[in-house]
């Protein structure tokens, strides 16, 4: 459950409101089905309360859905990881694709595909953008599948995500030039980006000298 110190104290707010909006309810309507003021649920969307495990069931309970979809998903309880790529889904359009035998995980290539409405420039730019990071992993990845990268090289790669990787750090990768494209006019239409893409970034900082503790 989280707290105040938490970095996922909103997600719960959030996502009751999705799912009150799936169901139709108002918040007056929710409120009551659960027992609870239309100022408490109110004050849980926003984040400015948040409810304890047996008011998250009970609410869960309300709209018919699993408690799992309201909490912080661990990826490291199966359950909590399949939940963690349906919300990935829902905001990037990642889909489960069986692939000459192979269970697989591909993005969608429809903008819209999967989502009830048409998507906002700010939506199709997030989407964009985690396709291009994904590309840039894939390739970094293949480096290290072929024996250019040791692990601990390639886990460094991963935990200076996204600060600190320039172009030393990409390792040949080129963009997809329509990709590219596509994101610069988004990026315009949105006036300010909504996440940071894979090209530069700012200069990684050098590491200290690692002290042998042995």
């Known amino acids: 459950m989280p707290d105040k110190d938490s970095l996922f104290i909103h997600s719960i707010g959030s996502k009751i409101r999705l ?4 169901r ?9 089905a659960c027992g609870l003021n239309e100022s408490t649920i109110r004050n849980y969307e926003l984040g400015n309360r948040y409810p304890d495990k047996q008011t998250l069931t009970q609410i869960a309970d309300t709209l018919h859905i699993d408690v799992f979809s309201l909490l912080d998903p661990d990826p490291n309880d199966p359950t ?3 939940h963690v790529l349906f919300d990935i889904e829902r905001c990037y359009g990642l889909i489960p694709k069986e692939i000459d035998g192979r269970l697989c995980l591909v993005l969608d290539q429809d903008a819209d595909a999967g ?3 048409t998507l906002t420039p700010s939506e199709k730019l997030k989407r964009l953008q985690f396709q291009e990071s994904l590309a840039l992993w894939e390739h970094v990845r293949k480096v290290y599948d072929e024996g250019n990268l040791l692990d601990e090289e390639y886990d460094d790669w991963k935990s ?11 390792y040949g990768y080129t963009p997809n030039p329509e990709i590219a494209n596509k994101l610069q006019k988004l990026q315009g239409e949105n006036k300010t980006t909504a996440a940071p893409d894979s090209g530069a970034k700012a200069k990684r900082k ?3 000298e690692k002290q042998d503790t042995d």
């Open 19 to 22: 799912y009150r909006k799936y």
């Open 115 to 117: 989502v009830k409405k």
């Open 24 to 32: 139709g309810l108002t918040q007056k309507e929710l409120g009551d």
């Open 80 to 82: 909590g990881a399949i």
């Open 160 to 170: 200076a995500w996204p600060d600190f990787i320039d172009k030393d750090q990409m």
């Open 206 to 208: 050098r590491k200290p």
